[in-house]
């Protein structure tokens, strides 16, 4: 399927790393570094920073994430922050079901549904995390595995929704570990997530939805996942900590 339909979308998601006046910073070196950039520039970041990042970014080609999102509108949810008030700071894109939030925070496909549909009512990129643990593909499903965690987040959700729905392919393995999948099987696994939007909602629609890969991408191996069809982006952990590291990962986006 041809790139040319959809947006490279290079992703940073930071975790919980960077005060408020580092990420101010950090932005404000990365900002010329990327400034030429092709593909769609995106920093998700931890929630105290975000006044500090949507500052720091303006005027710049680098748009503002948040790393997660409550599913209520509002109410007694303590800690917990709604979609409303992340675009109200300025916030465009949200990662739901990371699988950090699935694995620490109690994260199932059903929240995770309902933090994307939440996202998606206040009109957020919302970036989806999918993907098999090393025993799920050791197990021999990890086909199964993302194909029912794409179908559950996207329950419910409309074709004009679509439009702003990014699903990351983030091997549970490589994140964080540096163990990267090769580029086939990124590419591999990204076209059946791609297959099951298709089933969902159409060819065009599959055509147009960006997938990413996430898993250890880096200044090395970057130019490599994302020469393949089906990998329209990364979502970066550890290297988008690094400006220089992360602007040669943009460089290739
Ligand atoms: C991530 O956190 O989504 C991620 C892919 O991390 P890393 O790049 O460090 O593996």
Redesign the pocket.
Known sequence: MDKQFRKTVIAG?W?MNMTPSAASAFIKTLAPMVADADCEVVLCVPAIDIPAAVDAAKGTNIHIGAENVHFEEKGAYTGEISADMLVDAGVEYVIVG?SERRQYFAETDETVNKRTKAALSRNLKTIVCVGETLTQREQGITEETVSLQTKIALGGVTEEQMKNIIIAY?PVW????GKTATADQADEVCGIIRGVIAGLYGEAVAKATTVQY????NAKNAAELLSKVNVDGG?????SLKTEDFTVIVKNG
Not at 174 to 177: E, F, P, S
């Open positions: 998601n975790k990371h983030e490589a994140i964080g570990t996430g898993g250890s991408m979502l970066i952990g550890g290297a």
